[in-house]
């Protein structure tokens, strides 16, 4: 196994071990796509979310909207979900295993597309060819001859060839019914996104808020796609979580807000800890860009298993507020009191996912290294170095022994900072064990009280990260744990 892979293995059995992600309907084998976030997981997870919000909307020119999941279906019809939102798909004809095809083509290896290359023209792909160039052709016959590609092709599952069916465009929205009668004019959709919430509430916001342009709506929630194929963990779900915020711009200035949302949702991810070598930005080339955007720029990070999108912004120009003004009928245009100007903004869009954020701040903090045992050797512990304001739990404390009145300060502190913090109490097993319960869920600060406890009222705090111990008073605990989570 690589060592990636393994890197990967250890955070998802941490993950369920520790209680931040379950498989859903495990007892039933698993829903394929679908995770449960567990005691830990659900305070990382709002933490995530908590921030995001925090930066969003508690600022002057944004306002925060939660919109309902079950929409209008003209809403899908007019943002051309119905008519795009699509995945070229293929069957296994053999084993019935399902590939998105442009997954299918990307996994393949090297010397798998040099074997598809040889079968199909033998003469110029006979003797030895560079690897750059076999991608070169194969992602090219990808791009205009797939059929061709697919009868030389084994199937990854069952390894025989020419079993694909032909290329057939799959719609990623999950339909349901409202109302008790299952016939077309009852469907509606699961939102596959957050943003169209917010784009046909643009003139309800804007009018009840009294905002002027530039201003901004968020929103944070569930969307839904029914994926072809899911993957790595919580990268590809089903379900899953997204923060999104659209700001609503005057044409023209478009481009400068762009750079502007660039910049500022980058530093957001590396203030809360994710290392600047472990992210960078992915243009989208002009004809891979989605239906409605001008521009769109993904901020990637790199997983164990590569680099994999977190968020994306897009220019989506007028787009969306224009489809929906010719959809529904009704204006869609701002009118500004200054200039005595009607038109239609433009709309810079910052689309994060929250389960792909908390899966990229796990994986970001998961470190393995040296530490000291309490008898004087090293050992290897397993810490997740998560940024405090993400921690799940933000202070551990330890009566270093369950006598001598110990615990009963220690139960104390626990009394006393539990109202303010999440906090967690733990007297079983020696110290150091503790210690590193802690370091695996992330813990920032544990706090002991120890003999000289008794004498002088001070307690020590070990840092997670840097496993140092200072001596805080008791009486100061409160003020000097909010000063580190703070900042
Ligand atoms: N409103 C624009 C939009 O939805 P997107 O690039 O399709 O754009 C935005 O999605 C973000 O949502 C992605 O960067 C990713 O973090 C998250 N996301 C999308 N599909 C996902 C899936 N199947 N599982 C988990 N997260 C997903």
Known sequence: MGYSNQVMD??????????????????????????DY?????????????????VMTYREDIEGIDASILMHPRVWEASGHVENFTDP?????????????????EETSIKKQKDALRELDPQRFQGQQKDEVIIAEFTKLAETAP??????????????????????????????????VEDSGAVVYLRPETAQGIYVNFLNVQS??????????????????????????????????QMEM?????????????????EQRMQWFIDLGLPKEKLRWNQHPPDKLAHYAKTAYD??????FGWGEIEGVHNRTDYDLSRHEQYSGKSMKYFDDETK???????????????????????????????????GATDVRAVLKLHPRLAPTKAAIFPLVNRDGMPEIAKNIERDLRPHLRVFYDDSGAVGRRYRRQDEAGTPFCITVDSQTLEDQSVTVRDRDSMLQERVAVSQLKPYLRDKLLR
């Open 10 to 35: 250890k955070i998802v059995s941490l993950a369920k071990r520790r209680g931040f992600v379950f498989q859903s309907s495990e007892i039933y084998g698993g829903l394929n796509g679908c995770w």
């Open 38 to 54: 567990g005691p830990l997981g659900v305070e990382l997870l709002r933490n995530v979310k908590d921030e995001w919000w925090r």
């Open 89 to 105: 798909m293929v069957d296994c004809r053999q084993c019935k295993a399902r590939y998105r095809l442009d997954v299918l083509f």
């Open 147 to 180: 059929s061709s590609l697919l009868k030389v092709l084994s199937c990854p599952n069952c390894g025989n060839k020419g079993t694909f069916t032909e290329a057939r465009q799959f719609n990623l929205m999950f339909k349901t019914f409202v109302g008790p």
């Open 208 to 241: 009840a808020s009294r905002q002027k342009i530039p201003f901004g709506i968020a929103q944070l929630g569930k969307a839904f796609r029914n994926e072809i194929n899911t993957k790595n963990f919580l990268f590809r779900t089903r379900e899953f979580e």
């Open 246 to 262: 659209q700001y609503f711009v005057k044409p023209g200035t478009d481009e400068k807000w762009f750079e502007y949302w660039r």
């Open 299 to 304: 901020i990637e990070f790199e997983f164990p």
């Open 341 to 375: 100007e009607r038109f239609t903004p433009y709309i810079i869009e910052t689309s994060a996912g929250a389960s792909r954020s908390y899966m990229a701040f796990l994986v970001g903090s998961y470190a393995e290294e040296e530490a000291p045992t309490a008898e």
